[in-house]
């Protein structure tokens, strides 16, 4: 059994509310404490647990004094890499590891050691033998090195120095020595992408040793539950973020919707209605938006100022448009003034291009009167084929300015007659002039 050394206190868990020590090895391992080995560090950092020093199983010479620079260093890291890991352990676990977890631990942690050992020692080794192959089978091998040596003898380290400096000389760089340190860097290069390389082999080898270990089962168990609830959880999140957006997509349709049928918070007020009420139809949502609109303007739905004939004397309750009723008015309103015979200008010589005696005729009276009513009826006709949107869209400013466009109307056609009968006076009164 393995005791501390005497003046040596054990770095254990913390008592209540006592402080822990800056070296308690709960917190971190960045160095050993004094007259501590690496193995009882671990087991006073995990008691009662117990370090069996065999599960530390040396490689072959070649990779424990050049890869891992002897035992002690072997030993050294392997107990920092396990102390990590049990430390995971305890912290994903919320549990203190056991017996057979520490055993695999160290044993699977001094496999991957030997493992990730080698890149070094291998990637330095590979890049030095690829330099020495590249340079024998160049051109500078038989320009520098190959003259060196006499016809049967052997290439020594004196002559291969000469053709290396004569090599040096007639290169870029300016001699031997640069040309060698250039060299030496791809050497290390070599080295160090051999480390990586071995590196995430290593790491792989040991994350599968850890899947298919009888003595982790339980460890990856347990972090196996605790992803799928954390998964689940973020599934039930992304879902519940799917369907929010759904919603926010669907209220936009709706103001969109609401929006070529009303003005206003019409948009906001539909899509309140939507999401409180079981009745979110648009048919539902235009018949609200007429309602809004013959409240807010009740002088629309009574007719206007001009106002007199059952026609137009209430708002219509459907989608339709009010300049129909505006025109009738106007016609109605100029009828009654062609009756009464109180306008000084009137209809009987209207200027139309067209004979008098077919103005007057019965085929005239049958297709609208005369020409300037029936181009006055094709241009209402023409009007009345425009969009109902649009005519609605107007249909605020039209009935807030009735009576001025009656009025303007009135006193275009009077003009007209006026121009109409002083162009037939003046070609009267003129005599031969009217003739030209």
């Not at 009738?328 to 009654?336: I, T, Y």
Request: aromatic share 8%.
């Amino acid at each position: 059994m393995n005791n501390p050394p005497p003046g040596v206190t054990p770095p254990g868990a913390p008592l209540g509310g006592q402080q822990q020590h800056p070296e308690d090895p709960r917190i971190r391992f960045l160095r050993l404490p004094r007259n501590m080995s690496p193995t009882q560090f671990l087991e006073q950092a995990f008691k009662p647990l117990r370090v069996d020093e065999s599960l530390i199983k040396n490689p072959n010479p070649i990779t424990l004094y050049l890869g891992l620079w002897g035992r002690t260093a072997y030993v050294t890291k392997t107990v920092r890499r396990s102390y990590a890991l049990l430390e995971m352990i305890r912290l994903k676990t919320g549990r203190d590891p056991t017996q057979p977890e520490m055993d695999a631990v160290l044993e699977l942690t001094s496999q991957g050691a030997c493992r990730s050992s080698l890149g070094l020692p291998g990637g330095a080794l590979a890049g030095f033998l690829w330099q020495a192959y590249r340079l024998r089978y160049s051109m500078d091998w038989e320009m520098f090195f190959a003259p060196q040596v006499p016809p049967g003898g052997r290439m020594t380290a004196a002559r291969f120095m000469k053709g290396w400096e004569l090599m040096g000389d007639a290169g870029t760089l300016g001699g031997g020595r640069p040309m060698l340190w250039a060299r030496l860097f791809k050497v290390v290069v070599a080295a160090v992408t051999g480390d990586f390389v071995v590196g995430v082999w290593a790491s792989w080898k040991e994350a599968s040793a850890w899947r298919d270990d009888e003595r982790l089962r339980r460890y990856t168990e347990e972090v196996r539950n605790m992803a799928d609830s954390a998964a689940g959880i973020r599934s039930r999140q992304i879902r519940e973020k799917v369907l929010q957006r759904q919603m926010e997509l669907e209220q936009m349709r709706r103001r969109e919707q609401a929006g070529e049928t009303g003005e206003g918070d019409g948009g906001a007020e539909f899509a309140s209605e939507y999401q409180h009420q079981d009745d979110a139809s648009p048919v539902a949502g235009e018949e609200r938006q007429f309602a809004r609109y013959e409240q807010h303007y009740p002088h629309a739905g009574a007719g206007g100022a001009g106002g007199g004939n059952d026609e137009h004397t209430a708002m219509p309750t459907t989608r339709q448009s009010p300049a129909w009723w505006s025109r009738s008015a106007g016609s109605s309103a100029r009828q009654s003034e062609s009756a009464d015979g109180g306008d000084f200008f009137g209809d009987d010589d209207d200027a139309s291009p067209v004979a008098p005696d077919y103005r007057g005729s019965s085929s005239s009276r049958a297709t609208g009167g005369s020409a300037w009513d029936r181009i006055r009826n094709n241009a209402a006709q023409g009007a009345q084929s425009n969009s109902h949107a649009a005519e609605w869209s107007r249909a605020e400013r039209e009935s807030g300015r009735y009576s001025e466009r009656e009025r303007a109307q009135a006193d275009f056609d009077r003009m007209v007659d006026a121009e109409r009968h002083a162009g037939s006076d003046s070609g009267r009164g003129s005599g031969g002039w009217s003739k030209w």
